[in-house]
């Protein structure tokens, strides 16, 4: 139950991000046509608010240790570097997703469809030991490791190398793909909103 329940407050706030990132700008039109702001006002606005929503989640936990008198210890303090690498994967996700869903306005409803068929490919609800001998499946998908990044210490263990290396790499890879169409599109968002 405890992994369950931090799997879904973790999931929760990635599914936000990417359900509601699709709006980063074009729901934000007013402001932009009207007001010379920079962009990176929306982006925080909207991280903070994802925060907040994660903020009043965690209580949750907090509940189920208690009951099921699990104590982390020390290992808990990972889970903050695991959480702001995960503030900024939900940043540079959402300047990508932005800009690419001011241009193409279908993508927010692609997003929501993947979403679930991220969910249940995830060990969220599940743990990967129930794969047997295709556990490397869930060590496949970055998903896992986005989220066990603060999963793991929550529950009383550090994260592996594994979840590290390849959550830095996510973390990387988002931050290079953000940059780059920002810098290529920054200009043509208020025309395409």
Request: charged share 10%; with cysteine.
């Amino acid at each position: 139950m405890p992994h369950v329940c931090v799997g879904l407050i973790v999931w929760g706030f990635i599914n936000s991000v990417l359900l509601d990132a699709g709006d980063l700008f074009t729901g934000s039109e007013s402001y932009i046509k009207q007001v010379r702001l920079p962009y990176s006002l929306y982006v925080f606005r909207f991280v903070l608010s994802k925060t907040i929503v994660f903020a009043h989640d965690f209580p949750i936990y907090l509940v189920t240790i208690l009951y099921f008198q699990i104590w982390p210890g020390s290992a808990a303090l990972y889970a903050i570097p695991g959480f702001l690498l995960l503030l900024i994967n939900g940043a540079m996700v959402s300047i990508s997703l932005g800009i690419v869903s001011a241009r193409f306005r279908d993508i927010p409803r692609i997003i929501a469809s993947l979403s679930q068929i991220i969910f249940l490919v995830t060990p969220i609800i599940w743990m990967p030991s129930l794969l047997g001998q295709r556990s490397y499946l869930a060590e496949a998908n970055p998903f896992f490791h986005l989220i066990e990044m603060i999963r793991a210490p929550l529950l009383g263990s550090a994260p592996s190398q594994l979840t590290v290396i390849v959550t830095i790499a996510v973390t990387a890879t988002n931050l290079l793909l953000a940059t780059a169409l920002f810098t290529r599109y920054r200009s043509r968002i208020a025309y395409w909103i």
